[in-house]
């Protein structure tokens, strides 16, 4: 029975306690909203962008990649509308000087919807309402503020070196998009992704690794004829359904904004929202936007540079193609996963086991070799076997504690399946095979034991 307990606070203790996130630059007393992925979680974050590589990228023809520098010229933040625009309204505590989003605390405290208002409109409720910071002091006058981090660029600090850290990785396949489309010499539709590190300077930051000041997108911005976005906006919606599945985020989790006009990004003419029911609440996981060709025009116009495409079939006709861009948030995927594979099992008289459903090309472990003691020789014998599905799995070799223990150790870092090296292997050659959904047990035969895995994780799958 599927008891659906994955609160944050368990989420967030599993996750320190096995080694999957821990609080960033912690003996220091930790930098808020920063997070370390730690052995099992960086193996977790690693598996989740292969996947996501593998799919996009490598299995697709129309697709390529590109690896871009998080520092660009300033003047593709003005040209892409980021300086003007990439900022949330934002009231002040007088007292305490804490910052907090004042659509947000609006909502919050009077339950009006702020889409669309004034920073007028939005100061007008704050004092018609009479509304006071969460510590109970007045706030001041909302104003717009920026969310890109700046920093300064060698050793003269001032006006003239100031540089962005990029608030999202798109950018660069709009300014790459000539040499990218060149070299590669493809065809319309097609598509540039990239896997990187965001920043932005949030206001408030929060619930664990949902909302941080320094992130990772993956991202795809595909180029297409503008007659072809309504169909090609579908085809990559699905898509990205179709990548939660793969990655075992539940289905009935999930769910679709389309976000009004009056929310929407500078750039874009359409955007669904993909929300996922996190236990803070309905909140975005993903998105994916229409950006028309708002990025090449504006690129085009800043730069001088013409950024127009020559239809190969007639080697005249230009084209400003247009943009759908599916984009992925990495943090907010692994807390997805985590939500939806979390589980509390009742399995006895007063005892219950935690087990986190991954799928295996997510897991950080696929097995784990377990000799049923350390020793007459078991230890070894298992420590070879492990060595040996090592060349094909992620395998762990783990020989402390009692085999119940390690069996609940595993099932809480979501290893599917545990090998036991008993004293009837010795004389059989075969091991017992547990799965850890279902705790069957089954003897195989060691020599058969990577065809056996092979098979079981297809069918998982
Ligand atoms: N290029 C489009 C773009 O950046 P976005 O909706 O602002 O769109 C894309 O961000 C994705 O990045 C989000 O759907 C989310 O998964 C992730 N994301 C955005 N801000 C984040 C933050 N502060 N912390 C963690 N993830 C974030």
Request: with cysteine.
């Amino acid at each position: 029975m599927k008891k659906q307990t994955g609160s944050m606070d368990t989420l967030v203790s599993l996750a320190k306690r096995r080694g999957f996130i821990f609080p960033g630059s912690e003996i220091y007393g930790g930098l808020a909203n920063s997070w370390d992925y730690g052995p099992l979680g960086s193996r977790m974050r690693m598996n989740l962008k292969k996947l996501w590589w593998k799919r996009f990228v490598e299995s697709r023809d129309d697709m390529v990649g590109l690896d871009g520098a998080i520092l660009m010229n300033p003047r593709v933040w003005e040209a892409s509308g980021h300086v003007a625009t990439f900022s949330d309204p934002m009231v002040e505590d007088v007292v305490t000087h804490k910052r907090y989003r004042a659509d947000h605390i609006i909502e919050e405290k009077t339950g009006v919807n702020t889409s669309g208002m004034t920073l007028h409109e939005m100061s007008q409720i704050i004092s018609d309402k009479k509304i006071l910071s969460p510590d109970g002091n007045p706030l001041s006058e909302p104003r717009q503020f920026n969310l890109m981090f700046e920093t300064t660029m060698g050793t003269v600090a001032g006006e003239g070196n100031r540089v962005y850290l990029r608030p999202e990785t798109a950018q660069a396949m709009f300014v790459d998009f000539k040499s990218v489309a060149t070299t590669s010499r493809k065809r319309l539709p097609f598509g540039i992704a990239q896997i990187g590190k965001a920043f932005r300077n949030e206001i408030t930051p929060g619930n664990f690794i949902f909302r941080t000041l320094e992130f990772e997108q993956m991202e795809i911005e595909y180029f297409l004829e503008e007659r072809d976005w309504e169909t090609l906006f579908d085809t990559w919606h699905r898509e990205m359904y179709a990548f939660a599945r793969e990655v075992g985020i539940s289905a009935e989790l999930l769910h679709d904004f389309e976000v009004p006009d009056t929310e929407r990004a500078h750039y874009s003419k359409r955007t669904v929202d993909i929300m996922f029911d996190f236990p803070f609440g309905q909140k975005e996981l993903w998105g994916i936007a229409y950006r028309g060709d708002f990025d090449l025009r504006q690129h085009q116009e800043h730069s001088g540079q013409s950024l127009e495409y020559t239809d190969p079939e007639d080697n005249k006709r230009k084209i400003l193609p247009h943009v759908v861009e599916p984009t992925f948030g990495v943090d907010r995927t692994i807390l997805a996963i985590l939500v939806s594979a979390y589980e509390e099992q009742v399995v006895g008289e007063g005892d219950t086991r935690v087990v986190l459903h991954l799928k295996p090309e997510i897991a950080p472990y696929q097995v784990a070799v377990l000799p049923l003691m350390k020793k007459d020789g078991l230890a070894e014998e298992a420590r070879e076997i492990h060595r040996a599905l090592l060349k094909h799995f992620r395998s762990d070799y783990d020989e402390t504690g009692s085999v119940g223990k390690r069996y609940r150790r595993h099932d809480e870092i979501g290893t599917p399946y545990c090998i036991t090296f008993d004293y009837d292997s010795k004389n059989d050659r075969c091991v017992t095979v547990r799965d850890r959904d279902t705790m069957v047990q089954e003897r195989v035969n060691i020599e058969e034991l990577s065809a056996y895995l092979d098979r079981k994780m297809n069918q998982h799958s």
